[in-house]
């Protein structure tokens, strides 16, 4: 399949090349997406999965939510679990992402927000370190995250999680977790609605997010392939597959996503030139 075009929408420059929306693009890149629930990351970040994959890539996907709610039916309460399992490997398949790439933190539906911290109540461990761990032994350079979204409790958790975790893979802490390993950029995915406030968005209006990929429509076909295989979710999957018509533009379909550094330095120079002219002036 043809590459597809990359778009960093803040500074109008487009191409076939990585390198324009990851900054430092060179060798041994390796992708994860932290998905909420086993959906999700289809959803929200499946071109970015079918462009690395495309290119041979490593990707690996995270999945938190067990799916334990996920029943559309009360006759599926006790399998529901299992049986989006099943779906997950089956949908994931399609797009080129093997079981062994997959990694469950089986955490109950509504409840990642409780489990996020390192020490949990009765010295049970807590996400994080997993997922740093997991992080830094796939040497993770390209870490996509969800979306905070005021609707989901799980979509907050999991972003948090996210951003926390990705900022510790290259520190020297948690030794014995496993070495140190950077995750070069952080990318944030929307599953459903605006993306979170953290761009200059009174400099580009409406354009919260900026960075895209514009994939041919065989590539969204085969989208729609996996999402498609979450059978159990019945009329759910058929409405998102039909939303995703509104993906739609010259040349393919869109994806969005807003870059996030998790860790922003404190400019001090303004400050500086500030203390500079009241001292100057109050002489």
Not at 82 to 106: C, H, K, N
Not at 144 to 167: K, T, W
Not at 217 to 226: F, L, Q
Not at 265 to 273: A, R
Request: charged letters at 25%; glycine letters at 10%; a negative charge.
């Amino acid at each position: 399949m043809d590459n597809p075009w990359y778009y960093d929408l803040w500074k109008s420059q487009s191409s076939r090349d990585p390198g324009t929306i990851f900054p430092g693009w060179g060798a041994g890149e390796r992708l994860a997406v932290l998905s909420p629930h086993d959906d999700d990351a289809l959803l929200g970040a499946g071109y970015a999965i079918l462009a690395a994959r495309n290119r041979d890539l490593p990707v690996s996907l995270f999945i938190v939510c067990n799916g334990c709610a996920g029943y559309s039916h009360p006759d599926q309460k006790s399998a529901i679990v299992e049986i989006r399992r099943s779906e997950t490997i089956e949908a994931y398949s399609r797009i080129g992402v093997a079981p062994e790439d997959l990694y469950r933190f089986e955490v109950p539906d509504f409840s990642p927000g409780a489990r996020i911290c390192w020490q949990l109540p009765g010295n049970e461990q807590g996400m994080i370190v997993d997922l740093v761990r997991e992080l830094r032994q796939r040497k993770i350079t390209r870490f996509f995250i969800p979306n905070g979204y005021r609707e989901h409790l799980d979509h907050e958790a999991v972003y948090d999680l996210g951003r926390y975790a990705s900022s510790q893979t290259g520190d020297a802490i948690l030794a014995d977790v496993a070495a140190p390993s950077a995750v070069r950029s952080l990318h944030v995915y929307s599953v459903w609605g605006d993306f979170p406030p953290a761009g200059p968005s009174e400099i580009h209006g409406t354009l919260r997010a900026n960075k895209a990929i514009v994939v041919p429509g065989v590539w969204e076909e085969r989208i729609r392939e996996g999402v498609r295989a979450f059978r159990s979710q019945g009329s759910i999957i058929e409405n998102l597959v039909a939303g995703r018509e509104k993906r739609r533009c010259p040349g393919g379909f869109l994806e969005l996503y807003l870059d996030f550094d998790p860790r922003p330095g404190l400019d001090y120079g303004p400050y500086v030139e500030a203390v500079a002219r009241l001292g100057s002036t109050s002489r």
